[in-house]
């Protein structure tokens, strides 16, 4: 008998629905496979709307062959799957739009960054709203919506209500990742054969469409390179001379991969932002699921070489930290810190007001003061902007190192502040 999926509740539903009652155009953008089309499918449905995909090749003919013509003909809210696959219609819609103004017309999803064509941010300026679907975050898994970004900011303490949980079972969680459909397979091996299919798909057809000529062979041992390289400063021109690459090959490569969801860049933090653009990011996979797969990580080899573990978690709490970003009532921007002196955050969270929240991960399940030496350096050169520091770390217990510096079990991204889903009538 064949299996149906879980439909698990999806956080980002809520802002959907708020975007879709007042904003012509909602576009949902994200990773192949992150559960994209099931989402608009099931607020279409509560809409009465009509979903057209143009993975389906006879109706792509018809979009492409005459825009403007396919749009005008569309009567009632519609929903657009993988408008990157026929970005003509863009402009098609927003002449819709400018002749009747209605909110929740159109809702389009993207498994590209569709803002990156050209003229697409000036043409729908004002008349579109952008959210991104990650893969499945820990609380949608377990049916709660995490609040751990509000509970860092608030004025209360945040060590009260996490519980730790066995290194080996973070690793586990982190293995799995968030993609439904791997999620499913709990045979490891299973997962694995997923996650081949997955890349050679995104490989050998979105990322070549994306690039529209069919010389892209060195992205499959690229995509492994920074796989192997996750959570660290991205250097172009040490990477550039490691695969024989000319930097602005490389450059370009490296905007597919992130147009594609398939890599994602994190700015570093500086007071005046204008020096951010000079500074080196972090690189990360953002998902650990296929960060796994990609770096031939398994329990039993982490089991071996336990250092291996320390890239998989920081990439694991970035990406839940990511995921999260879309629910949350503080609003922030992730970011890293880094000094001269080589003193670095994982992670810096900056609020709209300023405030500023740094994240440290480490593996082990101990803590002791050495292991807050970034935040003490963040907290220096932030000043009043500095709001609360963290250690995350496989131990059990939440303890306070200073009134604003904490350790916390690195569970604490799903437990602190997470209120359980209120199922709709």
Known sequence: MARHPVLFDRHTTRALEAALADTPVVLVVGPRQAG?????????ERRGARLLSLDDAATLAAASADPAGFIAALDGPVVLDEIQKAPALLPAIKLAVDRRREPGRFLLTGSADVLALPRVSESLAGRMEVLTLWPLSQGELAGRIEGFVDALFAAAKPGLGATGEARADLVERALRG?????????????????????????LERDVRNLAQIEGLTDLPWLLNLLAARSASLLNIAELSRGIGLPHTTLTRYLALLERAFLVRRVPAWAGNRARRAVKAPRVWIPDTGLLGHLAGLTTARLAEQPTAAGPLLETFVASELAKQLGWSRTRVELLHFRTHAGKEVDLVLEADDGRLAGIEVKAAATV???????????REVAGKRFHRGVVLYTGREALPFAADLWALPVSALWQLGAQPVRKRR
């Open 36 to 44: 994209k089309t099931t989402l608009c499918r099931l607020v279409a």
């Open 178 to 202: 968030g993609f439904p459909e791997a999620v499913a397979r709990r045979d490891p091996e299973r997962r694995r054969a997923w996650f081949r299919s997955y890349v050679t798909t995104m």
């Open 368 to 378: 002791g003061a050495a292991d807050f030496k970034g935040l003490d350096a963040l």
